[in-house]
């Protein structure tokens, strides 16, 4: 973790009631630091496995129209 | 360093053998686009002809498949998952070979641009319509990247899948709120 400001969410939580909290979820916002913004999720994930360290096994993500 | 960061690190050194290394896509490539949000998805791009190359790496590395076809693939290793996507037709091969270079904490990453990551976000949507998380990444995207973006190929993209006013609707909507 470091202590560099910390991006704005561009959607506020007050505007979004019950948005859910997991592991992967929530919703996105834009980084308002644009120097490295990978650096500011894995900063962003180290403090959520800090708070969920055991996750959920996950499961196959099936899909059927593949057209790209 | 987090287990997901490593998690990613130590899969991007065994893909950097390989002549094409996959390129990140999914939640995480977000990221290298200007949109952070909480994900554990750990998802590539990866050339169709390296597919059982992949396979007896990520075997090597303690990772199970539980799910395999031409398209896609995903291998578990405990609580981690790591999902393929294989690149056979023309579209998905010029994103993976046009994929960027960035050098990262987790190493050298090849991350597919942020026009093609709404058109996998889509082709997400398309095949689970109830992960609107997919959508809402996408205009995430937009918003985020309005002035850069070559919207005529992300019409394209929308286009493939026959949801031209689904684009026009969420541009009008980015554009509404700039």
Same mark, same amino acid.
């Given at each position: 973790?470091?202590?560099?400001?910390?991006?704005?969410?561009?959607?506020?939580?007050?505007?979004?009631?019950?948005?859910?909290?997991?592991?992967?979820?929530?919703?996105?916002?834009?980084?308002?630091?644009?120097?490295?913004?990978?650096?500011?999720?894995?900063?962003?994930?180290?403090?959520?496995?800090?708070?969920?360290?055991?996750?959920?096994?996950?499961?196959?993500?099936?899909?059927?129209?593949?057209?790209? | 360093?987090?287990?997901?960061?490593?998690?990613?690190?130590?899969?991007?050194?065994?893909?950097?053998?390989?002549?094409?290394?996959?390129?990140?896509?999914?939640?995480?490539?977000? @990221? &290298?686009?200007? %949109?952070?949000?909480?994900?554990?998805?750990?998802?590539?791009? $990866?050339?169709?002809?390296? /597919?059982? #190359? !992949?396979?007896?790496?990520?075997?090597?590395?303690?990772?199970?498949?539980?799910?395999?076809?031409?398209? @896609? &693939?995903?291998? %578990?290793?405990?609580?981690?998952?790591?999902?393929?996507?294989? $690149?056979?037709?023309?579209? /998905?091969? #010029? !994103?993976?070979?046009?994929?960027?270079?960035?050098?990262?904490?987790?190493?050298?990453?090849?991350?597919?641009? &942020?026009?093609?990551?709404?058109?996998?976000?889509?082709?997400?949507?398309?095949?689970?319509?109830?992960?609107?998380?997919?959508?809402?990444?996408?205009?995430?995207?937009?918003?985020?990247?309005?002035?850069?973006?070559?919207?005529?190929?992300?019409?394209?993209?929308?286009?493939?899948?026959?949801?031209?006013?689904?684009?026009?609707?969420?541009?009008?909507?980015?554009?509404?709120?700039?």
């Amino acid at each position: 973790m470091n202590s560099s400001p910390k991006p704005t969410p561009a959607v506020s939580h007050t505007q979004l009631p019950g948005a859910p909290f997991a592991a992967s979820a929530g919703m996105p916002f834009a980084s308002g630091r644009t120097d490295s913004p990978i650096d500011a999720w894995m900063d962003l994930m180290e403090a959520i496995e800090a708070l969920c360290p055991r996750w959920p096994e996950p499961s196959p993500r099936v899909g059927c129209d593949y057209r790209l | 360093m987090g287990r997901l960061v490593e998690q990613v690190r130590q899969a991007v050194a065994a893909f950097a053998e390989l002549q094409t290394p996959p390129a990140l896509i999914g939640g995480l490539a977000l @990221a &290298a686009h200007h %949109v952070v949000r909480a994900t554990r998805d750990v998802d590539f791009l $990866a050339e169709a002809s390296d /597919a059982d #190359r !992949l396979h007896a790496l990520l075997l090597d590395l303690g990772y199970r498949c539980i799910h395999r076809s031409e398209d @896609a &693939a995903n291998y %578990v290793r405990g609580d981690e998952g790591l999902d393929l996507l294989y $690149a056979r037709r023309p579209i /998905a091969r #010029r !994103l993976l070979a046009e994929a960027e270079e960035r050098e990262t904490g987790m190493g050298r990453l090849r991350v597919i641009s &942020a026009e093609g990551l709404i058109g996998f976000k889509l082709q997400g949507y398309i095949n689970d319509a109830t992960r609107t998380r997919d959508l809402d990444d996408i205009r995430a995207l937009l918003r985020s990247n309005r002035d850069t973006l070559d919207l005529p190929q992300v019409r394209g993209y929308f286009a493939v899948f026959d949801r031209e006013p689904l684009f026009d609707e969420l541009v009008a909507e980015t554009d509404s709120g700039r």
